[in-house]
């Protein structure tokens, strides 16, 4: 008689991958936190972070393409992609909310922007507005809210008065 197979258990897949990734940001926050501060973008003190942040940051990014492991959103927002420096705010990044509208009068044009200040690069974030839902997910009309859209429409068309056209002959002089 063959044996009865067990039921799979459902986990994460890659595991081990997920702890790597997961310790190698932890220790690059960490060795980011424990360096000495840091100068303005370009002095000789900017260059003042650990190596090893920086190693593992780029490690990080390396074992997160070559496993295929998706990385959250959180997560890559506090990464630079240009350095792999880990953005902590008032340490190694700048925050700041821009408004580029005329005269910042749409509230909804809110952008952040998250500064490195270790190698200048710039990420923008909008803030505020309202994330627009999926096609599938949102309410198709149905039939009924289309033909009263039409009978609408035609009521005000006939209750406008009829245009006249005023024809003029044409002179040719």
Not at 40 to 63: E, F, I, T
Request: glycine share 6%; with cysteine.
């Amino acid at each position: 008689m063959p044996k009865d197979k067990l039921p799979k258990t459902k986990g994460v897949q890659n595991k081990h991958l997920h702890f790597r990734t997961t310790f190698l940001y932890q220790a690059a926050t960490y060795l980011t936190l424990h360096s000495p501060a840091a100068g303005p973008v370009g002095s000789a003190s900017s260059h003042a972070y650990s190596n090893r942040a920086l190693q593992m940051g780029s490690d990080l990014q390396a074992v997160s393409r070559k496993g295929q492991v998706r990385l959250s959103a959180e997560l890559k927002r506090t990464i630079c992609k240009c350095c792999n420096t880990v953005l902590i705010p008032g340490r190694t990044a700048t925050h700041t909310i821009e408004n580029d509208s005329k005269g910042a009068k749409k509230p909804w044009a809110d952008v952040l922007v998250i500064g490195c200040t270790f190698c200048g690069a710039k990420k923008r974030f909008p803030v505020g507005a309202t994330k627009q839902l999926k096609k599938a997910q949102r309410m198709p009309k149905t039939t009924s809210e289309e033909v009263g859209q039409q009978t609408d429409e035609q009521s005000v068309n006939s209750a406008l008065p009829p245009t006249s056209i005023a024809t003029t002959p044409l002179t040719s002089g």
